[in-house]
């Protein structure tokens, strides 16, 4: 894995369906993210506030690089409606070189 490879993540995050499209663009328009495949009626089950909850919510996979970790987290803290929003950063082991310059080049 070249050092270039390992500057981008993979981030996971869910938000209502209705308002996931528009989390995605002020991201993207903010260049903190490359792009985002939304997944829409993923069936979520959770444990909140001493209760099983069950929601319809969309699935986000957000593609960003490293540098932008924590202003990424804060923004989506910031438009995302739940208090204790999803964000799992994953580092992909392997991205072919097209996609990670594409990535880098949006995001740097």
Same mark, same amino acid.
């Given at each position: ?36 495949? +939304?997944?829409? /009626?993923?069936?979520? &089950?959770?444990?909140? !506030?001493?209760?099983?909850?069950? @929601?319809? #919510? ?13 202003? +990424?987290?804060? /923004?989506?803290?910031? &438009?995302?409606?739940? !208090?204790?929003?999803?964000?799992? @950063?994953? #580092? ?17």
């Amino acid at each position: 894995m070249s050092a270039k490879q390992s500057n981008i993540l993979v981030i996971f995050t869910t938000a209502p369906q209705a308002e996931a499209a528009e989390i995605a663009k002020a991201l993207i328009e903010r260049r903190l993210i490359a792009c985002a495949s +939304l997944i829409p /009626a993923v069936n979520s &089950l959770y444990f909140w !506030e001493g209760q099983l909850n069950q @929601a319809q #919510e969309c699935q986000m996979i957000l593609k960003t690089c490293t540098s932008n970790l924590k202003k +990424l987290e804060a /923004a989506l803290a910031e &438009l995302h409606p739940y !208090e204790c929003p999803e964000f799992i @950063a994953l #580092e992909p082991k392997y991205c072919s070189s097209t996609y990670l310059n594409w990535v880098n080049d949006y995001c740097s």
